[in-house]
């Protein structure tokens, strides 16, 4: 949809405020539904919300506003939550719709991210779309560099980016890709085995295009709208006059003029001026801040502008920060390199200060007055001496910005009647050096843990400092300057005596206190001293005192990531309209990129709806002495308060209970909900809801503290096989260790999302949602409500992303909405916002685990005893079978003679963590992997070494006694090591590592024996339903809910060979339990085994029907077949059935087939880690996985992947932080980083192994979960280049390994001098 913004009013506007998401607002604007200042939220379904915050980019659009002054138009991304619509005036807004549809005509940007596969769930893929679109509009043949830079500021939790970058390298100038067109094979595809050359060239039969661009229509910029005239008309207009927009509770002006900016801002002092409104609307939405009046001069002519003099540059303050690094980048083009040392340190930060939608709202103005403790770009600004240049009706007035400015000193202060006009910054001279420095989570996208300014000034042609200034951010609650060190060391040489001195000094300048927001404070201290020596070297460096490569000083660069994906070619012989086998699209793919791909958020109003808001529990363990409700129900809108007391049956369920009665035990738990007419109204009101609690004793929050107190969720699981006591006796050496493998958050992009709507009859109440198990909804819902569950009907068209999050929780959740549509008889639309997701609903168990492990001096393991402790929270939900899957699992690809392995999930006043992707496996297995890294130290040999000996080699039971062949799993191995040259690489690192103090590279590769389907056999159960229309269409239905991972597309694909018709007469259109009743989950990577072959078997008994009709007529037509199939009276409709693979497992004897497969793989991973900040980044990873016979090569190279970049962001820098108390701080984009297109491996190569799997359907396997355990590589790589760093330090003990290596985990165990002065150097406060 394209809007065209002339006249934008809060008065119009306030009548859409109702109808906030979801609500019956026509296909126009829409306001964002808990903002006390109108966004642009669009009501058309293609822009979805997902944050709230501007830190996912799931709403991105693309403004376009017309420059009198230059008379260009200026396209640029914007994420659509934090755009105030009165912001809008006089702008075209581009959404998804605008783009293209399928009603009319879909965009080359639409159906190349769909046929590169670029979609799963298609959550993220309008926002993609924007991102990719808004590029084109601008440069129409971008780089493959600026590909990857207008992607940073999208997240995506599904695909692992790759295809999605490759969709926009198909517009690059230089064809990235394939040239071979049409053939379905690639120049890299070689008939011959070769094995000599390099590994793309080593298979037999192998293909390595997944899909085939001449399809693709060609792109021609020429094509798209043109801006609307009216708009050039308007900007032009030399009359142009105040605009007033006044709502019930806020006005808004738009000042014509800079006078008359100065005039509003004497008249209303306190009034913000909003530019881009991201630092604004943030504190709006999350800290409850309100104003009155907005006074906003976006576009302001006067704000505008870039005036370059011999001495600096001053640029007007209504600058984006995209506009500033233009102008900075044209400026470092013009003038000599010396004069331009703090325009490439700003330079530098700009381009990962968050993602490109903020870069492009986000002002100069607005980033310095902000002043935000964690700015990027100020301590660059106070360190270049850069001065602020200000107005108001009284004149004009520099002030420095300088530490006094940015530590908020009041005298340093604007005047509330002032504007930023611009701001000055001098050029550098040759004395002068200044740097930008920083670390963050995540390279791109993120907050700064610690940033720095930094400046020196010598006297003319020496090293004595005339002057030092020094600014650090994210230290304290502003960026503070360490001006008396800075003083002190004055007149000083620049050398290793200045350093240590400096050092101590800034400690000592610097306090964060030990409880410091943020935390890790013994890293930040030591980052304040390393990227000062960071510093030192640089500008060492500058006065050519240092070799220029020196490789300390550079950050990582972010490169474009390229790699091959391999997979086995169809077999020729094949008939050309089956397409098993064939990498063929997602179902729904274009319609995830048009965004016509229907969520229940984007299901049109309900008659009456109304609006559900929740009240958690804000102590972790404590007694309810009082709801007061009051305050809440006397708000306009609110029309219900639902409690414990509104559940007509069971309120508690299998030890999950729906509204907290009488006592709370976890901060997050559901006290009641808020049912109001929009949601605006019943979050205000959920706000009003008082609690009167009295804690109560004990507290657990840790695992540690629930072995203290014995507190347990289930009696102990243990498999055991030789005799361990017995093997301790006989080996060379035992090892003991501990490891700790923190949990993880699902963030799947789409939260949980309930639509319950009652109906007049028979109780009935009907549920939309996007679940994993729909029979467990039903089930919980029946018994809040105490009805019988055929009563109860649960539909699921599609779930953006589950992960495992969306097996058990949205039973839950459903019954919580159930309950209020039931209590208020009128449909309730229940979507948790993202922060009220995380704390809910909780996720991936944290594991401690213990070790014990005999072993020989050949590193052969005689002995191994584990234990396992994980973190269930505070109900059952999965934990048990979590705990069963992870003892079952936990021997992975390693044959050890006497093995024994326990484990028990702790209860603990935590939300309950849940299933996840991998299902335990993850975590355990990170157990394992230590102690062959730990056994490997002992023995002087490599992990891999130790891997290699102990692995499986010929078939073999398992500890728990199944028998397997691993024939797989070494060929993976194999090949993993050779394909990816793994010693050559081991040695380069080695070589790289002698060269490097400060940055060490590291090589691991794992192996991997994962498991399929479930313990029980009637879990691995499934049903369809196929129905044969008579005009041939055919419509499937099967047990399985589609989340993105392909299912229906494989269905599909079933259905077209098996009825021997195109997958064009075949539909999927949702599960749900009318049709195929008592499913089971759609989880543990058995959705299209199962499913697979119930759709098969009702296809099969379709097809022996039909068999008399087509044996009598063979020459006919399938709709010829079809009409005389229904003349004879044949069914032509059937359900059919897959009893389930027949598992068992007996946990007394600890013994059992439990599962019905095995999937093998190995990856191999390289990183580099700069030790001083804790950063790394990941070079390449080879992944081989056994995919016996793939049906689908795409959808599962594309599972491989994403669970790999899960995997990988679990393993290094997605942290969960909770305090003592048991609040979960981690509530959003901002403060919990999933992986960005910038952490992607700069080399991505995957391949699809062959093999034979009869048991499963066509022989495939089962890849949805396997990939995730192979992030591991990089987990180990990171410790061999840390257990590198620590060699070259003296430090040759094994260390302890952790999981996440946190650029905080990574600095803190490359010890040096400087992580000893920091534990030296403590420091009481002043
Ligand atoms: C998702 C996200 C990620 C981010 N990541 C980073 C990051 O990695 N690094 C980083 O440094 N920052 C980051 N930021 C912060 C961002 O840089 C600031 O929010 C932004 O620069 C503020 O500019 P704005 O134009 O949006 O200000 P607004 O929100 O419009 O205004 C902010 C304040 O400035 C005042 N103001 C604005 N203009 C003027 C003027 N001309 N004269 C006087 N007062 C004025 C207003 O009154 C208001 O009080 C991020 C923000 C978001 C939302
Ligand atoms: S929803 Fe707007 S950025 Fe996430
Ligand atoms: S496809 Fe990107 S989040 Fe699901």
Request: glycine share 8%; with cysteine.
């Amino acid at each position: 949809m394209r809007l065209c913004l002339k006249k934008a009013s809060l008065t119009c506007l306030s009548g859409l405020r109702r109808g906030n998401r979801g609500s019956g607002v026509p296909p126009t604007l829409n306001l964002c539904r808990e903002s006390q200042l109108p966004t642009l939220r669009f009501h058309l379904t293609g822009t979805k919300y997902s944050c709230g915050s501007g830190g996912c980019g799931a709403c991105t659009v693309m403004v376009s506003r017309y420059d009198p002054k230059t008379k260009k138009i200026h396209h640029y991304p914007v994420t659509a939550c934090l755009v105030p619509i009165c912001s809008l005036h006089g702008a075209a807004v581009t959404t998804v719709e605008g783009v293209g549809s399928i009603k009319t005509r879909i965009h080359p940007v639409q159906e190349r991210l769909a046929k590169c596969h670029g979609t799963q769930c298609g959550f993220c893929s309008p926002g993609m779309v924007m991102s990719i679109y808004t590029l084109l509009r601008n440069h129409p043949e971008p780089t493959p560099e600026q590909i990857t830079e207008a992607l940073g500021g999208n997240l995506c939790r599904c695909t692992g980016y790759r295809p999605i970058v490759e969709s926009g390298k198909t517009f690059c100038a230089e064809s990235t890709v394939c040239q071979m067109k049409g053939s379905g094979k690639c120049c890299m595809d070689q008939e011959e085995n070769i094995s000599e050359v390099p590994f793309v060239f080593c298979f037999v039969e192998m293909c390595t295009k997944l899909y085939n661009e001449d399809e693709f229509q060609p792109f021609d910029p020429t094509q798209e709208p043109i801006f609307p005239p009216e708009l050039i008309r308007m900007a032009e207009d030399p009359n142009k006059r105040r605009l007033t927009f006044r709502g019930k509770r806020t006005t808004w002006i738009t000042p014509v003029n800079l006078n008359d900016l100065l005039e509003l801002k004497t008249s209303f002092p306190e009034a913000p001026i909003i530019m881009g409104n991201t630092a604004v609307g943030p504190s709006i939405k999350f800290r409850d801040e309100f104003h009155p009046v907005f006074i906003s001069p976006l576009g302001l002519q006067e704000l505008y502008f870039v005036d370059s003099t011999d001495d600096g540059v001053t640029i007007g303050a209504g600058y984006s920060l995209a506009q500033l690094n233009d102008a900075l980048h044209f400026i470092v083009s013009e003038q000599p390199k010396e004069k331009t040392k703090t325009y490439h340190a700003l330079l530098k930060h700009l381009r990962t200060l968050a993602g490109a939608q903020i870069r492009n709202m986000a002002t100069l103005g607005g980033h310095v007055v902000s002043r935000p403790n964690y700015s990027d770009l100020n301590p660059i600004l106070a360190a270049g001496n850069a001065t602020i240049n200000l107005i108001s009706k009284e004149g004009k007035r520099q002030i420095p910005l300088d530490g006094r400015f940015l530590e908020k000193s009041p005298e340093a202060n604007l005047k509330s009647e002032e504007t930023v006009l611009s701001v000055y910054i001098p050029h550098s001279t040759q004395w002068h050096f200044v740097s930008g420095l920083r670390i963050a989570q995540r390279q791109e996208n993120a907050f700064a843990i610690v940033n720095a300014g930094m400046s020196v000034k010598f006297e003319d042609g020496t090293d004595t400092i005339k002057e030092l200034q020094m600014f650090y951010g994210s230290v304290g609650p502003t960026v503070v300057s360490a001006s008396k060190t800075c003083q002190q060391l004055i007149g000083r040489k620049w050398n290793d005596q200045m350093l240590s001195d400096a050092c101590r000094l800034v400690l000592d300048e610097i306090y964060i206190p030990p409880d410091a927001e943020g935390g890790m404070v013994e890293y930040r201290r030591t980052l304040i001293i390393s990227l000062l020596f960071k510093f030192y070297l640089k500008v060492r460096r500058g006065l050519n005192k240092m070799p220029a490569h020196e490789g300390a000083l550079e950050d990582f660069p972010i490169e474009t990531p390229q790699g091959i994906q391999m997979f086995q070619c169809v077999d020729p012989h094949q008939p050309p309209q089956d397409p098993v086998g064939h990498p063929v699209m997602h179902q729904s793919a274009i319609k995830h990129t048009t965004g016509e791909a229907v969520f229940v958020d984007d299901m049109p109003p309900i008659s009456q709806e109304l609006f559900l808001a929740v009240v958690t529990s804000t102590r972790a363990h404590a007694k309810i002495i009082l709801i007061d409700t009051s305050a809440a129900l006397a708000l306009p809108g609110v029309v219900d308060v639902i409690t414990a007391e509104d559940v007509p049956g069971d309120n508690s369920y299998q030890g999950e209970i729906f509204y907290a009665q009488n006592e709370v035990i976890c901060v997050g738990q559901i006290v009641c909900t808020v049912a109001a007419d929009t949601y605006a109204h019943a979050k205000e009101a959920a706000k009003k809801v008082r609690i009167v609690y009295e804690d109560l004793e004990p507290r657990i929050i840790t695992i540690e503290q629930a072995l203290e107190h014995n507190s347990f969720l289930s009696a102990e699981k243990k498999i055991e096989q030789g005799d361990v006591e017995q093997a301790f006796k006989y080996v060379d050496q035992i090892i003991e260790g501990k490891v700790h493998v923190e949990g993880q958050e699902h963030f799947y992009m789409e939260t949980q999302t309930i639509l319950a709507i009652p109906q007049e009859e028979d109780k009935e109440m009907v549920l939309h949602l996007g679940t994993q198990f729909q029979t467990h909804v039903q089930e919980y819902v029946a018994a809040a409500l105490n009805i019988p569950r055929n009563r109860i009907a649960c539909h699921t068209k599609r779930a953006g992303g589950a992960f495992g999050g969306k097996v058990s929780k949205p039973a839950l959740l459903g019954a919580v909405s159930a309950v209020a549509a039931k209590k208020t008889g009128r449909p309730i639309r229940f979507i948790l916002e993202r922060g009220d997701d995380m704390l809910i609903t909780a996720g991936r168990h944290p594991l401690l685990g213990k070790y014990k492990i005999g072993f020989m001096n050949n590193g052969v393991i005689k002995a191994a005893d584990i234990e396992y402790y994980i973190n269930g929270g505070c109900s059952p939900d999965e934990s048990e079978l979590v705990m069963e899957f992870m003892v079952l699992r936990s021997e992975n690809a390693y044959y050890i003679p006497n093995f024994r392995c326990r484990g028990r999930p702790c209860k603990t006043n935590l939300p309950s963590n849940t299933a996840f992707r991998g299902f335990g496996f993850p975590q355990g297995i990170v157990v394992g992997e230590a102690y062959i890294t730990a056994v490997a130290s002992q023995c002087d040999l490599t992990p891999e070494q130790v891997k290699e000996i102990n692995m499986y080699k010929r078939t073999s039971r398992t500890a728990h006694k199944q028998t397997f062949n691993p024939e797989p799993l070494r060929r993976c191995w194999k090949e993993c090591l050779e394909k990816s040259s793994f010693s050559a690489r081991k040695l380069a690192a080695e070589e790289f590592n002698k060269k490097n103090y400060w940055k060490k590279r590291g090589l691991a590769a794992v192996p991997m024996k994962f498991t399929v389907g479930m313990p029980t056999a009637f879990y691995n159960q499934a049903a369809a339903l196929v129905h044969i229309y008579l005009d041939g269409s055919v419509l499937v239905s099967h047990s399985g809910c589609e989340l993105g991972q392909g299912l229906h597309t494989k269905m599909i694909q079933v259905a077209s060979r098996e009825l021997n018709i195109p997958e064009s007469y075949i539909h999927l259109s949702e599960t749900n339990t009318t049709t195929v009743s008592n499913a089971t989950f759609t989880a543990g990577s058995m959705g299209a085994d199962i499913n697979g072959k119930a759709v098969q078997n009702a296809c099969q008994i379709l097809k022996a029907r039909l068999e008399p009709v087509i044996r009598k007529n063979p020459r006919g037509t399938w709709e010829v077949w079809i009409s005389e199939a229904y003349k004879e009276s044949i069914s032509l409709s059937t359900t059919g059935y897959f009893k389930g693979y027949q598992t068992n497992m007996d946990w007394k004897k600890g013994e059992g087939n439990a599962f019905p497969y095995f999937v093998y793989g190995a990856s191999c991973s390289e990183v580099e880690v700069d030790c001083l900040t804790g950063a790394h980044k990941l070079l390449r990873t080879d992944i081989f996985m056994d995919a016996a016979f793939s049906i689908n090569p795409a959808v599962d190279i594309g599972q491989i992947e994403g669970a790999f970049v899960q995997g990988m962001g679990f393993y290094t820098i997605e942290e969960l932080k909770y305090s003592p108390e048991g609040v979960l701080y981690s509530r959003g984009p901002d403060d919990y980083k999933i992986p960005t297109v910038t952490e992607i491996p700069e080399e991505f190569n995957v391949t699809l192994v062959h093999s034979q799997n009869p048991i499963a359907i066509y022989s495939s396997k089962g890849l949805g979960e396997a990939g995730m355990f192979l992030g591991s590589s990089v987990l180990f790589a990171i410790y061999d280049a840390m257990a590198a760093a620590r060699r070259e330090r003296g430090l040759t003990k094994t260390f302890t390994l952790s999981s996440p290596a946190t650029p905080e985990l990574i600095r803190m165990t490359c010890v040096d001098q400087f992580t000893d002065m920091v534990r030296l150097v403590r420091r009481a406060p002043c």
